[in-house]
């Protein structure tokens, strides 16, 4: 017998499906379609301690970073450019991306999640 998905798993996977369509057009120049980063230049994203916090993930896709990273033992210190031109939907979709495909959740993360972290973002 089968049975139709339930509306947080519809809105997951479509989360999930637009999210990998933004990270490959946005993200994946720099940190790789696999997360893996590139050599010594681009931090994983896969392994990395930022999938933890979606609040921070959701900061540095819009603002950026200049801060070092180390991933995996590895430190990097480029800095990621901002992507003011990303909406907070995209941000939410992108975070929801990542934390499904290399962090440990199964459900999308909300628009109003994302809106509030931005909200609080640190300032640079």
Request: charged share 25%; hydrophobic share 35%; proline share 5%.
């Amino acid at each position: 017998m089968l049975s139709c998905q339930s509306s947080e798993e519809l809105k997951s996977e479509q989360y999930f499906v637009t999210g990998q369509q933004l990270y490959m057009t946005n993200c994946a120049n720099c940190h790789q379609a696999d997360g893996k980063g590139m050599s010594n230049l681009y931090p994983p994203i896969e392994g990395s301690d930022i999938l933890a916090d979606k609040a921070r993930m959701a900061c540095i896709i819009k603002n950026g970073m200049k801060d070092t990273i180390i991933v995996n033992g590895r430190k990097f210190n480029r800095p990621m450019p901002s992507n003011p031109k990303l909406t907070e939907i995209e941000i939410a979709e992108i975070v929801s991306f990542l934390s499904m495909k290399w962090g440990k959740d199964s459900v999308y993360t909300h628009i109003n999640f994302v809106h509030e972290a931005l909200e609080d973002c640190p300032a640079e």
